[in-house]
Every structure is written in C-alpha cells, then in structure tokens.
C-alpha cells in the first residue's frame, strides 16, 4: 500500500534549534533477563501526544535456544503497539490471540478494562541464531475508551502506507500523516511512522499535529545545524516547521506524536488511567489471581506462569 505526499513540497525554509523542547536519552530497563532502553515516561516529558511509553528493544543477538520470555501480565487503559525492524515476537493475550508478529507488521492490542498477554519468542526462531530489533509503545486511551472492551488486531507490512522518494522511505504505521492514514484503528489523534534516509536525504516532519518527537534508531541526523545520534528523542516545541537531514551514513527514526488528552494520566506498573481510584483497583483484581471468573484471565496456552504484582 502506497501514498504520494509530495514530501519535497512540504520542505519548511528555516528550522530553528530553539523549536527542540526536549532532548531525551533512554534508559536501560530490565524486563525478565532482557535489557531495553526506555524513552517514556521520564521525568521531563511523561507523554508526546497519546503516546506514553516508548521501549526500544534492542538491536541483539541471540544463540540457538535463546530468545525473550514476558511471562504473561495485564494491562488497563493503554493500547500497545509492537513494531519491529528484525525479528519476530509470538503475541498471546487472554482473547485467545496467537500471533506472530513479523519485521514491518504492526500488533495494536487494546487493554480497555483489562486483557493480559505475553510475548516470547517463537520455537522456530530459537531453533538458530536470530536477532530482534523494535519498539513497543503505550498510547493512553481517552476517557471514553478506558472501559471497553479489550480487543486486538494485527496489520501486515503490506497493509500499512508506504513511500519511496528522494532519499526517503517511510511507512505510516499508525494514525495520520501528509494526507494518509494507517489502517490501525485510531481513538485519538496520533502518528507514527518508520522513516529511513539515505545519506544526507532531508525531510520535513508533519506539522498538523500538536505534539511532534523524533527517536533516532539508527545513524546520525542534523535538526537545525546541530547533529543527534541514535538513542536520542527529540521533543519539538507545537506549532513550528520542522525538517530534519540525515548523515553521510543515512539514518532510521521512529517519528510520532499526536494530540494531547484531555487531561493527566496516572501510570503505575502496567496500568494506565486517568483515575487513582481505577489504578488501585486494577492492582487488587491482578493479586486476587481469580483467572477463572475474575477480570483477568491469563492467555489460553501461556498459563502456567504469570508476573505477579510489584510489592510498590
């Protein structure tokens, strides 16, 4: 699936650097014997538009037999959205979803009131030496869509608006962008969008959103004179006209970004909510581990073994 919009026509004159609200360098997290490095939430930027948590996960190797094991674990007012660039992920939730996730597929689960899963990797990868490289991100739900119903659905590479153009590949993974549109459901206003850049290729980044970031997975790019490497975020001020140029080497970025909500979010664990009250509630079904008839229920073929709630 393809979109033309004209990116060379949408080239802002000027960009200053005063437009970068906020530099942003991940941090290494643990999740179960598998380093990632955590973009949001932090203590200078919580949310770029919806998007409230952003993990990059690798790029690593891994020997035969080895591989990523997220036990099962819930979540509550969020959806995640898994994109790779290598590897593969196997996706089991308590809907009974059994999905494998491929390089350039996009997974958007909604949590709603409440679903859990797990991601492992798969029998066949283990089976040799593979590699992982992506992302998985949280975007917080609006209000009216914190109650609803879980719910899941997996979209293709092919699926998913794509552009080859002077230098610059781009996929629209989720929301909207340049006149197009991902075909990932979408419950408020966002982007996000795989771009590479051959060398010293220019770009513009959308400039209809409020809330606008850049994470440099790969290479070098220039915003305004100044050079940022991979593993950085970049957080731009609302309103002003953005371009951006790789280096000699090229680059990747994730870039994303969207509307703000229409008010805080309170995050604790895996739980996202605009209530305190719904927070401490969601913690209390998780402990009860009632998977028969509680509000939880662990993934059908994933049941042996769960993450159980963090003492604080």
Known sequence: MSWNPELGALMPDVASIDAIETVIVPRARDIGGFEVRRALPTKQKQMVGPFIFFDQIGPAEFLTNQGIDVRPHPHIGLATLTYLFEGAIEHRDSLGTLQKIMAGDANWMVAGNGITHSERTGASERS?????????????????????????????????????????????????????????????????IDVSLKALASMPLPDEHEDRAIHVMQG?????????????????????????????????????????????????????????????????????????????????????????????
């Not at 090229?250 to 209530?275: C, D, K, M």
């Not at 927070?279 to 042996?304: H, N, T, V």
């Open 128 to 192: 040799c030496e593979h590699t992982l490289f992506g992302i998985q991100s949280w975007v917080a739900l609006p209000e009216k869509d914190e109650d609803r119903t879980a719910s899941f659905s997996h979209h293709t590479q092919t699926s998913l608006p794509y552009i080859e153009d002077g230098g610059i590949a781009a996929r629209l993974v989720a929301g909207t962008a340049w006149g197009g549109g991902s075909p990932v459901e979408q419950l408020s206003d966002m982007f996000y």
């Open 220 to 312: 070098h790019i220039s915003v305004a004179g100044q050079i940022f490497e991979a593993g950085r975020m970049l957080v731009f001020r609302p309103g002003d006209k953005i371009a951006l140029t790789a280096g000699e080497q090229g680059a990747r970025l994730i870039l994303l970004g969207g509307a703000t909500l229409e008010g805080p979010r309170y995050l604790w664990w895996n739980f996202v909510s605009s209530s305190k009250e719904k927070i401490e509630q969601a913690k209390k079904d998780w402990a009860a581990g009632e998977w028969e008839k509680g509000r939880f229920q662990l993934p059908p073929g994933d049941s042996d073994e769960f993450i159980r709630l963090p003492d604080k």
